[in-house]
């Protein structure tokens, strides 16, 4: 009948209603964050940022921004981490900065924090500090180390953290103070996922370069008024240009590698945009 149809084309709408959103709820994954923090009260009125990099590193994306009162700041929200694919949209790690992250003025008031579920403090100042979450304290450990002279405390700390998201982000810190003894003792207490990460796997290839390009003293190089070998490079749109095409129409050239993991680099960009522009 024509009742049994309406109702049997309602079971099936609804059906298919259900099954798109338990699909959904499935591949989507959320964040849930809740960031209180405290900092300087002459910051009263200032914006604070979170940002978030995107799961390929290409860049930080602001997500959300409030102001300083009384001295204290907080975010509650959510954030998607994956889409509707199950592919990861962002990256774990968020930077919280005061004013615009890439104002020189107030680029010392910042932070990575990792993005995980509840409570996250922050201190925000010329030297911060974060705790509050499992990884987050994880990473107060690490940064307290960070400011302290290079010393075997640094090698002990990463091998007790060989199976976890801190070890391979330390490595790369301080591999370059590692002696060979220290890499290999590093190595033989590691676990399996540390010594095939791929962070800590181009550390120890970058190493291999760098004394390749000693002398038999173990002096390097002095490359400093030297000619610079040309290589060839792939721009933003695509176009295959080699580095004699820069030098050859310029007084100076300047070379900047940088990572989009690095704080400091990310910074300077809106500084090299406005060098470029001038000269």
């Known amino acids: 009948s024509v009742h049994e149809s309406v109702n049997f084309y ?24 809740n960031i209180a923090g405290e900092t ?35 975010f509650r929200g959510k954030i998607e981490t994956t889409n509707l694919f199950g592919e990861k949209s962002i990256n774990d790690m968020f930077i919280i900065a005061l004013e615009s992250y890439s104002q020189r003025e107030y680029s010392g008031y910042n932070i990575k924090g990792y993005l995980e579920e509840g409570n996250i403090i922050i201190n925000l100042d010329t030297i911060s500090h974060i705790s509050g979450t499992p990884k987050n304290g994880m990473l107060e450990e690490y940064y307290k180390l960070d400011r ?49 990460n791929e962070e800590v796997n181009i550390c120890i290839k970058s190493r291999e370069i760098i004394k390749s390009i000693k002398n038999e003293d173990g002096v390097r190089l002095q490359i400093v008024g030297t000619k610079c070998s040309d290589f060839e490079l792939t721009t933003s749109l695509g176009e295959t240009k080699r580095l004699y ?25 809106p500084h090299l945009k406005t060098l470029a522009e001038k000269y």
């Open 245 to 269: 095409d820069y030098i050859r129409s310029s007084k100076y050239t300047v070379l900047d590698f940088w990572a989009s993991w690095c704080g400091p680099c990310i910074a300077s960009m």
């Open 10 to 33: 309602t079971m099936i709408k609804t059906s298919l209603g259900l099954l798109f959103f338990l699909i959904s709820s499935f591949l989507y994954s959320q964040t849930s964050f």
């Open 40 to 74: 300087r009260l002459e910051f009263n009125g200032k914006p604070i940022l979170v940002l978030v990099m995107d799961a390929e590193d290409n860049g930080a994306v602001e997500i959300v921004t409030t102001k300083v009162e009384n001295g204290k700041f907080h």
């Open 148 to 196: 302290t002279p290079f010393s075997k405390k640094h090698i002990e700390f990463i091998k007790n953290n060989t199976d976890n998201f801190i070890g391979p982000m330390a490595f790369r810190s301080y591999y370059q103070e590692f002696s060979d003894n220290d890499i290999n003792e590093i190595l033989a207490a590691a676990s399996e996922d540390f010594r095939n």
